[in-house]
């Protein structure tokens, strides 16, 4: 078993039994825990028939590098799309694209996040580099809680010549970054776009940076330079669905 073959901790179990069950293959359980939301847990398997096995704390902790909360799911593997996947997907929508690209996030848990947020903001497709992401692992999924299961993860081999592919669809690419003149806030998110983010820190990179139409910054009052890249994320995005859903 690799570490992409399980999701563990109670949402991220629930979120996949209630959207996609047909994934999970087994439940584990710690013996001897119990609580109102394992037990709703334990019954929605078996009802669902999904095999349920009660184990010792330390099987499970072998399995899992994170906080379990007494849980485990072992699961099939994550589909994979590759940019073909990305043009079928949009040859398909009926409505203007609204994608995600991120670039150079290598924390698990900050893409788990990002998935998340882009999965409640109804992004069709989260973009990232193959040699430059964090891999779509237990840990990723778990911080996703579902999203991982809904949002296609796309993996794509040059970053910036799928930019460019994108611009020639007619998407319009957005980057932030914190030395913009233009606010997020007062830029049109209306139509087929793509929300880049870069690295926490050094931000986007000089390619994906030249790539974009226009570079877009956060306002911010306090002490602190610059925020949570899935933090910065989920503002982004939400602004674009606010301007999306009012136009």
């Known amino acids: 078993m ?23 293959m087994e439940i584990w359980f710690q013996k001897g825990r119990r609580g109102g939301r394992l037990e709703k847990l334990i019954e929605e398997a078996r009802e669902t028939g999904i095999p349920v096995k009660f184990v ?6 072998r399995k899992v590098d994170g906080v379990h909360q007494g849980v485990l799911a072992l699961v099939r593997a994550a589909k994979v799309y590759r940019e073909n996947d990305l043009y079928s997907l949009l040859d398909n929508l009926d409505q203007p694209p609204f994608l995600l690209i991120l670039d150079s996030v290598t924390d698990p848990h900050n893409l788990g996040a990002c998935m998340r947020s882009a999965d409640a903001a109804g992004v069709h497709a989260v ?4 040699d430059k992401s964090a891999p779509l692992n237990s840990v990723a999924r778990k911080v996703a809680c579902g999203a991982a299961e809904t949002v296609p993860l796309i993996t794509v081999t040059n970053l910036a010549r799928t930019m460019r592919e994108l611009q020639e669809r007619g998407i319009w690419l957005i980057g ?6 233009s606010n997020i806030y007062t830029t049109d998110l209306v139509g087929p776009l793509s929300i880049v983010m870069g690295a926490e820190g050094k931000g986007l990179r000089r390619l994906t940076r030249e790539h974009c139409d226009a570079l877009v910054h956060i ?4 002490s602190v330079s610059s925020l949570n890249v899935s933090v910065a994320t989920g503002i982004c ?11």
Not at 176 to 181: D, K, N, T, V
């Open 2 to 24: 690799t570490d992409n073959d399980i999701s563990f901790g109670v949402h991220a179990v629930q979120a996949l039994l209630e959207s996609h069950p047909d994934q999970i």
């Open 56 to 61: 010792d704390r330390d099987r499970i902790e």
């Open 127 to 130: 973009i990232v580099a193959r």
């Open 176 to 181: 932030a970054a914190g030395e913009a003149s």
């Open 219 to 222: 306002p911010m009052v306090g």
């Open 237 to 247: 995005l939400f602004e674009a669905l606010r301007q999306r859903t009012q136009h």
